[in-house]
């Protein structure tokens, strides 16, 4: 059978450097993920009356969607390109 062996003694290991690496390269993905980087999300965010706080506006916040593209839609035959937003 084998053994296994654990670290008992409170020692503090250093990170290899890929490990630094691969840490720094998904932080700072998830911040870009989390973080709003529209700022129409913005406007939104600073144009609510906290005051007079309703359901309708944090529902707006939590369902926001950036659109950062056009959207071609073809139209009885005519192309319109609509600026989404």
């Known amino acids: ?4 062996t654990t ?3 409170n020692e ?3 990170w290899k450097p890929w490990e630094k690496n691969l840490f720094r390269f998904f932080f700072i993905f998830l911040v870009i993920q989390i973080i ?3 700022w129409k999300f ?3 965010l600073f144009s609510i009356n906290w005051l007079h706080l ?7 916040l939590t369902k926001y969607q950036p659109q950062f593209f056009l ?9 319109e390109v609509l ?3």
Do not use: A, W
Request: no cysteine; glycine share 6%; aromatic share 8%.
């Open 1 to 4: 059978m084998s053994k296994i």
């Open 7 to 9: 670290n008992t003694n």
């Open 12 to 14: 503090s290991r250093e």
């Open 36 to 38: 709003p980087i529209d």
């Open 42 to 44: 913005y406007k939104e």
């Open 54 to 60: 309703h359901f309708h506006d944090l529902f707006k």
């Open 71 to 79: 959207t071609i839609k073809l139209l009885n035959g005519v192309l």
């Open 83 to 85: 600026q989404t937003g």
